[in-house]
């Protein structure tokens, strides 16, 4: 499986036992809540 940044970042975000995340929506991370999205963070 080929992994992209936002899936990386998640994936060290669940490691580090992260459960909330806060963040301003826009185009640049819209990756990223793709992917908060996937994992239930």
């Given at each position: 499986m080929k992994?992209?940044?936002a899936r990386?970042?998640?994936e060290c975000l669940k490691r580090e036992g992260?459960?909330?995340v806060f963040g301003?929506?826009?185009a640049?991370?819209?990756d990223i809540?793709?992917?908060m999205a996937k994992a239930k963070i």
């Open positions: 992994l992209n940044g990386i970042l998640l992260v459960e909330v301003y929506p826009g640049a991370i819209t809540h793709d992917e």
